[in-house]
């Protein structure tokens, strides 16, 4: 796991004023990168990284000779991110993703290394966060969703099949399905509600067709892949964190109805590829690092991870504590000005598999993994109500509706409903935020 070093320093305040407030999300200690253009310009995205409610223009810092007392290696990490995506950078990996980590702060730190910009070169280089247009971060090559949860999995499981909610292979194998990366989407994307084939509305009718009447959410972390690995070379356990970038807030969002009637035998199709939205900024591994925490605690009686999934430093310190908020904004609400209300609350430290197993169980059979793959953790969920983190299981199939402000209630997501999911970590003293996902469900398209 990545050391503690100077980027992680408590002490340290950066010259953004809005980046030392307290609560705030993009502090130096995390230093999130992420793509933008100017609203209303015609400017190719630039890669940017968020400080405060700023955000630093990677390649016009170094065009303006911020990074010269950097090494060589940060300006080649620096000069990396004059493209759309973060590819570019992802492929120099993990010492130059370092090094421009360590030249970042000090170039944002208040002290004597501190090389800010002024005058009309500042203005360039640091521009307010409002006025920016934000993008996908990474070109997504593939897309995998992992069922990491073993509450999410055993709630599931209770309401599917109440005589046997764990499938057997649960606590031996990460289980996942190959997503679809074309229809992932950054924060703001519009979710116009899916048609689909549905279930026989009685037994010996045909299926029915249609939008979805059971639209839902699915709370999870998504791991961006930075290092690759080459086709038929397995990621051993003990190497998979380092394969890691960074994370972002993900919403698999779902059609329940159409993913019941299609889900067997192949497993979840068109219930899930109509959608995905991700967060705008990926926090790194690196700034992640204080924030550790052990992998699953297995209760007696739970098999042991085979050995190519048993790592001690995994095991250690292989997930992360890192609190997870779901949040509904109905139109009613929105219209009265009624702020989004919290819907569920919890933690990822919950997750039965860690990002490091997901990721040596995804190459164990050879399959490569490129730079800018995403992982999928799965829906987050934690062993009490508040915790659980789709309608799905808050609602419990519809028979216990979430109440919601001015008198509504919610059994599946609504037209006009904005979903938003938040992240952060916060120990001793410290705090960085993932920032938000969110998006608003349109009605189906006429037929
Ligand atoms: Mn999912």
């Known amino acids: 796991m990545t050391a503690l070093d100077e ?43 968020a400080i405060g409610d700023r955000v630093l223009d990677v390649a016009a810092a170094l065009d303006a000779a911020c990074f010269l007392k950097a090494g060589l290696l940060a300006q080649a990490a620096a000069g990396a991110c004059r493209g759309a995506t973060l590819n570019a950078l992802l492929l120099l990996g993990p010492d130059a993703w370092h090094a421009l980590r360590v030249a970042l702060s000090r ?30 971060p990474v070109e997504i090559g593939d ?24 499938m057997p292979n649960y606590k031996w194998i990460p289980i996942g399905y190959h997503g679809r990366a074309s229809s992932v989407g950054v924060s703001g994307m519009p979710v116009r509600r899916p048609v689909g084939q549905m279930a026989p509305a009685a037994p010996g009718s045909a299926p029915t067709v249609g939008p979805s009447q059971r639209l839902d959410y699915e709370l999870e972390v998504g791991a961006i892949v930075g290092q690759r690995n080459a086709l038929a070379h397995p990621v051993r356990i003990g ?52 924030f550790r925490a052990p992998a ?6 739970d098999p042991a991870p085979l050995t190519y999934l048993a790592d001690a430093a995994d095991q250690a310190s292989g997930n992360l504590d890192l609190t997870l908020e779901v949040l509904i904004q109905t139109q009613a609400m929105a219209k009265a000005h009624v702020a989004p209300a919290r819907v569920s609350i919890g933690n990822a430290r ?30 987050v969920s934690g062993p009490t109500p508040e915790s659980r983190g789709c309608l799905m299981e808050r609602a419990w199939r519809g028979t216990e509706p979430v109440a919601l402000p001015g008198g509504e209630t919610r059994a599946w997501l609504v037209d006009g409903d904005t979903l938003i999911m938040r992240g952060w970590c ?22």
């Open 7 to 49: 980027t992680h320093d408590t002490l340290l305040h950066s010259w953004v004023e809005s980046a030392n407030a307290p609560g705030a999300d993009f502090p130096l200690q995390n230093l999130p990168f992420g793509a933008f253009h100017k609203r209303g310009s015609h400017e190719a995205p630039r890669i940017g990284v």
């Open 143 to 166: 897309y995998t969703d992992f069922y990491a949860s073993v509450h999410h999995a055993t709630n599931i499981g209770t309401m599917l099949r109440p005589d046997q909610p764990l």
């Open 107 to 136: 170039l944002l730190r208040v002290g004597a290394d501190s090389l800010r910009p002024d005058g009309p070169a500042a203005a360039r280089i640091l521009l307010p966060m409002a006025e920016l247009e934000l993008h996908l």
């Open 350 to 379: 919950e997750l039965y598999w860690t990002f490091a197993q997901m990721l040596t169980h995804h190459t164990m059979n050879g399959c490569n993994l490129r730079a800018g793959d995403l992982l999928g953790s799965g829906t």
């Open 296 to 301: 699953f605690v297995r209760t007696e009686g």
């Open 426 to 447: 916060e120990r001793e003293g410290r705090r960085i935020g993932l920032g938000e996902v969110r998006g608003t469900v349109l009605p189906a398209l006429a037929s």
């Open 239 to 290: 190497a998979a964190a380092a394969h890691l970038f960074g994370i972002v807030l993900l919403n698999d969002w779902s059609a329940r109805d159409v993913q019941g009637w299609e889900y067997q035998p192949l497993g979840p199709f068109l219930s899930k590829s109509f959608a995905t939205s991700i967060s705008p900024w990926v926090v790194t591994q690196e700034a992640l690092a204080p």
